[in-house]
């Protein structure tokens, strides 16, 4: 039910979109204390995480650090072994979950590799799992090789909901900005900076994922578009007088061909070749 996703921001009056950067506080803020959402994830992510097999050389690789509820809340299964889940909530395990394409490029497909060790920037994690073919993270312009058990002291992180059954993104809207004042609260009574006050919550469809390309560049895109199918029109508007002018000149020539018997559809076939 992608449909019932949604991402929680917050952003200053006049920027063109929020920010999903959330304090773990806030996190367990949001979650004890809503009424709208049936689930509420948080994920933070390493584009350059050091990823090194026992006996391979260390690569950069993209990382995803997760809430336990995470695969579950998402409503994905494991291909292989299980994924980070409620028992690992004590943090007492070093335990990862990797991408289908991680696990056929550097782990070599290997079907025993539940149970194995890994290093993550340099210190040992156990394999629990393999991720199916089809999953590949909440981002549209990234793809996660391995997932890892979040920490609170790892700092902000992106909170993505579920919806409940028959909520409308509207409600959760009305409570989330509730909700948020707690937030405004605390982070005055730590700063003097008058802005804080002026941030607004935001609750946006996340159904296709977290999207930053589209958001940072989409309206960039559309002017270039739009001047382009101007560039565009005003030349086929060019090359269409080019034609016309070019077919006034030659009807004495095309007359001539049809007195020495060429029919109509010759002479298209003639025009349209040469165009």
Sequence with gaps: ??????????????????????????????????????????????????????????????????????????????????????????????????????????????????????????????????????????????????????????????????LKPGVTIDQARAEMAILYQFVIDERSARSNDPLVRKLKSEVEPAGNGFNSVRDRFGKPLLVLMSVVAVLLLLTCVNIASLLLARGAARERELAVRVSLGASRSRLLTQVLAES
Excluded: M
């Design 1 to 162: 039910n992608p449909g019932q996703l949604v991402e929680l921001l917050q952003k200053y009056p006049g920027e063109p979109r929020g920010n999903g950067y959330w304090t773990w506080n806030d996190y367990l803020h949001f979650r004890q204390q809503n009424t709208v959402f049936s689930a509420l994830i948080g994920t933070s992510f390493d584009n350059i995480l050091r990823l090194q097999t026992e006996n391979g050389a260390p690569e950069r690789t993209v990382g995803e650090y997760v809430t336990p509820n995470y695969f579950s809340d998402l409503g994905v299964q494991p291909a292989l072994g299980r994924f980070i889940g409620s028992g690992d909530d004590a943090w007492s395990q070093n335990v990862a979950v990797v991408s289908w394409n991680c696990w056929r490029n550097r782990l070599h497909s290997d079907l025993r590799v539940i149970g194995k060790r890994i290093f993550v920037q340099n210190q040992p994690v156990t394999v629990v799992g393999v991720a199916p073919h089809a999953f590949v993270g909440p981002r549209i312009d990234a793809a996660t090789d391995v997932w890892l058990l979040r920490k609170p002291s790892q700092g902000t992180l992106a909170l993505l909901a579920r």
